[in-house]
């Protein structure tokens, strides 16, 4: 126990009082002896003896009535929360979780209106005299603080009226770690916190010790309030991706997209639509999912007509559940006449081309007549390795490297890239964001590749092993189970009967790759702040270097295909070569595969650059929470100015030359999804409107898509009291949202002992009067 006002504790000294009046003002005589009286003695001795008990009896009743109205005056509180009572000022801090899933609507409200509600009616509640911070908190976020002026309550209220959702997952321990720095600062004794949640599993979990560890730390000096504003679990589908079927989006053309839904709720949903449309344009075509199993996600085709080049935003939407903000998903997209592609030959013969390694590739690259060749989609050029030069990769869109050499070996005639073009080559992936495919051969040589393209440039997807021959004369075989494993573009290869005999295509020799030096090793405890320090700052560009994934495996489970994202770009590693490479005089086993010989090879060629020139609209696709970066190509003197999906414009300024590179960014990360428009205007031309029309926007602007972090809604059970409390290892005051539930006021003055002190200081006075009456009357 503890008292609010300890030195009322004085008062009990007045319990004294009694005692020196007993003590003081005792009867005095003396005695004299008197024969009549002898008999009675013994009866006034009991008498005697009976009157001293009930007077000491009457002395400690006046004296405990003492001690309790001092008590009383000292207003005790329990030691098991920190705090004070109902009339003290309070330093509340509100942590609220604007996540996205809290604009689910599980009932007549969504989850952040309740959390508004409640916590405006708790502010209403505070005694006079204490202060309001609110903080908001989602990943990553620095987590906001506000009003300005702590002590006016009616700016909190009118912040927390003003709080909207982000379109980021839930991280409380973000928001918890700012309060508790609040909490420190404040100065009132009675400090509270709230934590207005929809009490999500993954809140709890994604950080499970650091949030133990800071609330339990804030328990100890307030009192730790979870406002639960979910009321049940719900049905929910979200859209998780768009990727082209097959081939190059191109003007005029009907292509077909798969759209990748996801039931991200706890049961079976029935009767989707999904519709996608080109352009914000109001119809477009739609696809129905007749049923989607719990956790399930399926890739539903949908054709869209492209009517003009450049880029196209394309939008899918999905028929509604009770969390709009996964229903949607914008994706925008490069429409091309022709992909310009540039072949590099580590072993052309100009002689005989028939012996060069690039030679069935060109003829995959273009499997048309002669006369149709000027406009089919794709546009490739060959040249030798040794005559590469970084001019050849102007206006390229991908790069194929066919069994290259980086290094020259002594003995060995062969043609060796130059210097200069690798150095070319990592700025044409890092920087515009083109594509690489590289093809093994006889004249990969891992330890060159390692050296050079891996730990110099960054741009292999994976370590190089020395080559794997298969026993005797068994190849090994392409697992076609294993595509649906790697990126989406390669899917229907798994999933349509039409793509079995991708089964049969046999490889007798392949590089092997060192999957296992990817693995992240445990880091030491010392390690651990700044390695999540560095992780925080990477994760503010998520087109960085990413880690690599695996297309495709053959049948000994090794990869024959990975590929990696490398800044804006992407590289794609084959590890057998494009072209058998002769044949074993002995027992005539291609010395490679003959993959390039079977019509699954230009299937997967086909999907590879398709998948690479789409990728190239990556930079022009985001993720809530990213920073926008933005490299200017032209115009390094223009404005440039950012249009929100609302309207609202953000001036970002004139480019700013980092690392070499010119680069426009946001001053913060963006927290909504929807569509931006990058529009720039002459330096010195009149500002524009603070907002415009998206409409207008759309015509001037180029698009940026920003879609939810979906994170967010992979798992959105909610948590129950007793998984609470297993976490967080302690008992907090619950309040449930919406509810009629106990508010803090009520349970603040539950908590002081003053009222039921002053009732048991007028129970004992009352006892004392009956007693003293009682003793008082006549015998």
């Given amino acids: 126990m503890t008292f609010l006002t300890p030195w009322m504790l004085l008062g009990a000294l007045a319990a004294g009082i009694p005692i020196a009046i007993h003590f003081l003002f005792r009867s005095r005589y003396r005695t004299v002896p ?74 007549a409200q969504s989850r952040l209106e ?34 300005r002026s702590p002590g006016n309550l009616d700016q909190a209220k009118l912040l927390v009226q003003n709080l909207d959702v982000t379109h980021r997952t839930t991280d409380l321990a973000t928001g918890v770690i700012r309060a508790r720095d609040v909490l420190t600062l404040g100065q009132a004794s009675n400090k509270e916190l709230y934590l207005l949640s929809d009490m999500q599993k993954m809140g709890f979990e994604k950080e499970a010790d650091k949030l133990k560890t800071v609330l339990t730390d804030i328990k100890e000096k307030a009192v730790v309030h979870l406002v639960k504003c979910a009321k049940r679990d719900f049905k929910n589908v979200a859209i998780v991706g768009i990727t082209p079927q097959t081939g190059i989006p191109r003007p005029g053309e009907r292509v077909g997209f798969a759209v990748l839904v996801k039931n991200a709720g706890g049961e079976t949903v029935e009767n989707l639509d999904v519709t996608l449309t080109v352009d914000g344009a109001e119809k477009g075509e739609t696809a129905k999912i007749r049923s989607l199993g719990k956790g399930e996600t399926r890739a539903v085709t949908v054709d869209a007509k492209l009517e003009k080049a450049g880029l196209r935003v394309l939008t899918a939407k999905v028929s509604h559940d009770e969390l709009d903000a996964d229903n949607r998903f914008d994706h925008v997209i490069q429409v ?65 490297l066919v069994n290259c050499a980086l290094a020259p070996k002594a003995g060995v005639l062969r043609d060796v890239l130059p210097g200069h073009f690798i150095e070319a080559l990592d700025k044409f992936v890092r920087k515009p964001g083109h594509g690489v495919i590289i093809f093994s051969g006889d004249n990969v040589q891992p330890d060159d590749y390692n050296k050079i393209l891996g730990k110099k440039y960054g741009l292999l997807p994976m370590p190089l092993k020395p080559a794997i021959k298969s026993p005797g004369l068994v190849p ?286 007028l129970a004992l006075v009352l006892l004392e009067v009956a007693f003293a009456w009682w003793c008082g009357r006549a015998w």
């Fill in 34 to 107: 008197w024969a009549a009286m002898k008999f009675l003695l013994t009866a006034v001795e009991q008498t005697s003896r009976r009157l001293k008990f009930q007077e000491l009896l009457l002395l400690l009743l006046r004296m405990a009535v003492l001690i309790l109205l001092a008590l009383a005056f000292a207003r005790p509180i329990s030691t098991m929360i920190k705090g004070a009572g109902r009339g003290e000022a309070v330093d509340a801090v509100f942590v609220f979780d604007v996540s996205y899933s809290m604009a689910a609507r599980d009932g």
């Fill in 114 to 147: 309740r959390a508004k509600e409640e916590a405006i009616k708790i502010i209403e509640e505070l005694p006079p005299h204490s202060t309001v911070q609110i903080i908001t908190s989602w990943d990553n976020n620095k987590a906001d603080v506000g009003p």
């Fill in 336 to 400: 091309r006449e022709q992909v310009n592609i540039l072949v590099v030959d580590g072993n052309w013969n100009e002689k005989d081309p028939e012996k060069a390694s690039s030679y069935h590739l060109m003829h995959s690259l273009l499997p048309v007549p002669e006369n149709q060749r000027a406009t089919y989609k794709y546009n490739p050029r060959v040249v030798s390795a040794r005559l590469a030069s970084a001019a050849n990769l102007e206006r390229q869109d991908v790069c194929i």
């Fill in 476 to 761: 090994f075989f392409i697992n076609r189970d294993t595509f649906g494993a790697g990126p989406p573009s390669y899917w229907n290869f798994k999933r349509e009967k039409h793509y079995e005999i991708f089964d049969a295509v046999p490889v007798w020799q392949h590089l092997d790759l060192d999957e296992e030096s990817l693995a992240k090793k445990p880091a030491k405890k010392d390690d651990v702040a700044k390695e999540k320090e560095k992780q925080d700052k990477d994760a503010k560009d998520k087109k960085d270097d990413m880690p690599p994934q695996v297309i495709v495996r053959l049948s000994s489970n090794k990869p024959l295909a990975v590929a990696k994202k490398v800044d804006a770009g992407e590289v794609v590693f084959v590890t057998t070569a494009a072209q058998k490479e002769g044949r074993d005089a002995k027992t005539g086993i291609p010395g490679w595969t003959i993959f390039n010989e079977l019509p699954p090879y230009l299937y997967f060629l086909d999907a590879t650059v398709a998948y690479l020139a789409h990728g190239q609209a990556q930079s022009y696709n985001l993720q809530a929470g990213d920073m926008l970066k933005w490299y200017p190509t032209d115009k390094l003197d223009s404005v440039y100015n950012l249009v929100h999906p609302d309207g609202k414009v953000v001036r970002l300024g004139t480019p700013e030359k980092v690392k070499g590179r010119h680069v426009v960014t946001t001053a913060a990360e963006l927290p909504r999804a929807g569509v931006y428009r990058m529009t720039v205007q002459s330096r010195g031309a009149e500002s524009v409107a603070e907002t415009i029309d998206p409409a207008v926007a759309a015509k001037i602007g180029t698009p940026i898509a920003v879609i939810p972090d979906l994170a967010e809604s992979a798992e959105l059970t909610t948590f129950a009291n007793v998984d609470v409390e297993r976490v967080l290892g302690f008992t907090p005051v619950y309040i449930i949202a919406g509810e009629g539930a106990v508010s803090s006021g009520t349970e603040r003055l539950n908590r002081e002992w003053t009222v039921w002190a002053l009732l048991a200081v």
